[in-house]
């Protein structure tokens, strides 16, 4: 069993910056990619970003790409997102995931084995 726990959500303005944590306990595979989703309210849950243990390879949505940055420190076991530049539409509950299986960026929810509780990221115009 895997646990997710994110931390690093608050309020912040338009043009700011905030970095999202999210440790990893139990049986973790090296192999796994982990990924940060976002749900605003009444939409659905999106990937935003998505990182690969093993390789360290990347992948970003498209509108934050040039402002959001994700990485992995494997020896303390988390996975961050570094945000920058803001917007008040990026205000949404982040969660981090994780899945044993399948392509680097996979945005179907279902294929994701593991959830944090999410943690909640407000911009203020």
């Known amino acids: 069993q895997v646990q997710l726990v994110e931390s690093g959500g608050g309020l912040v303005q338009a043009g700011g910056s905030l970095r999202l944590s999210c440790a990893v306990s139990?049986?973790?595979?090296?192999?796994?990619?982990t990924a940060w989703f976002r749900q605003a309210p009444g939409k659905e849950r999106d990937l935003v970003a998505a990182?690969?243990?093993?390789?360290?390879?990347?992948y970003y949505q498209d509108n934050v790409k040039g402002r959001f940055t994700i990485d992995s420190d494997n020896a303390a076991n988390t996975v961050s997102l570094q945000m920058n530049s803001l917007r008040p539409e990026d205000t949404a509950v982040y969660y981090c995931?994780?899945?044993?299986?399948?392509?680097?960026?996979?945005?179907?929810?279902?294929?994701?084995?593991?959830w944090g509780q999410g943690t909640q990221v407000t911009v203020s115009s």
């Open positions: 995931a994780a899945a044993r299986y399948g392509p680097l960026g996979r945005r179907d929810v279902g294929g994701y084995d593991y």
């Open positions: 139990g049986r973790a595979n090296s192999r796994y990619s």
């Open positions: 990182i690969k243990w093993d390789t360290g390879s990347t």
